[in-house]
């Protein structure tokens, strides 16, 4: 804990508000009565995400798909100006006070990954071709500022909301668009690819 996990906190705690205003605002203009959101603990970030019930049926499918997409691309939406913004305060200060993330976790995102390449500079997150996967790459990482990390596990948080496994919002998606008994398959089918990516496509952040 540095003076450095403030910022970090609150960037993050306050995109996952913006996630669930997303949210409510939805809910309100469709007459759900929705729980207040349960904040998930994280040791890194403060918390994780958030998870919000419903206390009444959505009136028709479109209004339950509303409710679900709405937070996460709102989430999504701010995380982008969040990793912009920290980017930006990157740029403008001592980077060697500032933490770190992996090279290879920050190249999984192509949006995250390639808004801070473009405001860092071209190459700050490149990779020769035959270094690739090796353990000195493993090792590599970037310092950005606070504001940018959260930023950038936000997107990635708010991006595996929208997968159609179990009761996350892209869960409830699912149903929506599919149907219950359909849901399940897709969900089953999307799981069990993303573990095949995670052991088998070099990818942490599938694994993880």
């Known amino acids: 804990l540095t003076d450095l996990s403030i910022p970090l906190f609150a960037t993050f705690v306050g995109l996952q508000l ?10 309100g203009a469709n007459g759900i009565k929705t729980s207040s959101p349960t904040f998930v603990p994280s040791i890194i970030t403060g918390i994780t995400s958030s998870v919000t019930s419903l206390k009444s049926p959505p009136k028709n499918k479109a209004a339950l798909f509303d409710f679900a997409i709405s937070g996460p691309l709102a989430g999504m939406i701010a995380s982008v100006f969040a990793i ?22 920050l190249r999984q995102s192509t949006l995250g990954g390639g808004i801070i390449e473009n405001i860092l500079g071209s190459g700050a997150l490149g990779v020769p071709e035959g270094a690739l996967g090796t353990a000195g790459v493993a090792s590599m990482t970037v310092a950005l500022h606070p504001v940018a990390i959260a930023g950038y596990i936000s997107l990635i948080v708010n991006a595996l909301a929208v997968l159609p496994i179990g009761t996350t919002d892209g869960g ?3 149903i929506a668009l599919f149907g219950r008994g359909s849901k399940i398959l897709i969900g089953n089918i ?7 990516i995670g052991l088998f496509g070099g990818s942490d952040l599938f694994l993880f």
């Open 84 to 105: 912009a913004l920290g980017s930006q305060l990157t740029t403008v200060a001592d980077p060697t006070m500032f933490p770190a993330l992996p090279l290879e976790i």
């Open 18 to 27: 913006v996630h669930e205003l997303g949210h409510l605002v939805t809910a």
């Open 172 to 174: 409830r998606a699912a």
């Open 190 to 196: 999307f799981f069990a690819a993303i573990l095949f």
